[in-house]
């Protein structure tokens, strides 16, 4: 489904039931004298995601994976995130972790396990990567193109196209 660095959110781990995805651009205003504020774009601001789920330890899930997420979180790194679908989201750090117990056996062990995760993105560099990428794609299919330009140049007889 998902993996936070090795963390690998699975129905033998975690399985989350949802995905929430919060992203933000700064912008700045500037006052002027009769006439409405000057807004400068600043550039991006917070990309926050949240993952709700629960653990049903007799079904799906092992509790003591909140336990590893909550070590990751005590290392204060980031890690990287990436979707199954082989989307990469960027470096984030896991900013909140809660969890909700309920339906308790005897001995206190809890057969629900509610949580919400929270990751904030930390990376500067991805956006940059990901610009620099289609900056060579651009490149590439303009050589493509100029090559592709000469051969049917070449193939009329004409010159120089």
């Given at each position: 489904m998902l993996c936070l660095g090795l963390f690998v959110f699975q129905l033998d781990?975690?399985?989350?039931?949802?995905?929430?995805?919060?992203?933000?651009?700064?912008?700045?205003?500037?006052?002027?004298v009769g006439a409405r504020p000057a807004s400068q774009y600043l550039g991006p601001g917070d990309d926050i995601i949240t993952l709700t789920g629960v653990v049903l330890p007799e079904f799906a899930g092992q509790p003591v994976s909140l336990s590893v997420?909550?070590?990751?979180?005590?290392?204060?790194?980031?890690?990287?995130?990436?979707?199954?679908?082989?989307?990469?989201?960027?470096?984030?750090?896991?900013?909140?972790?809660?969890?909700?117990?309920?339906?308790?056996?005897?001995?206190?062990?809890?057969?629900?396990?509610e949580f919400t995760v929270t990751l904030k993105r930390v990376d500067q560099d991805?956006?940059?990567?990901?610009?620099?990428?289609?900056?060579?794609s651009m490149g590439d299919l303009g050589a493509l193109l100029q090559d592709a330009a000469n051969s049917l140049g070449e193939s009329l007889g004409v010159s120089g196209v």
């Open positions: 781990t975690l399985s989350y039931q949802e995905l929430q995805r919060r992203s933000s651009w700064r912008h700045a205003d500037q006052q002027l997420l909550r070590l990751m979180a005590d290392q204060g790194a980031a890690w990287v995130l990436v979707e199954g679908t082989g989307t990469i989201y960027g470096a984030f750090v896991i900013t909140e972790l809660q969890e909700t117990r309920s339906l308790f056996y005897p001995n206190g062990e809890a057969r629900r396990i991805a956006q940059e990567a990901a610009d620099q990428m289609l900056a060579d």
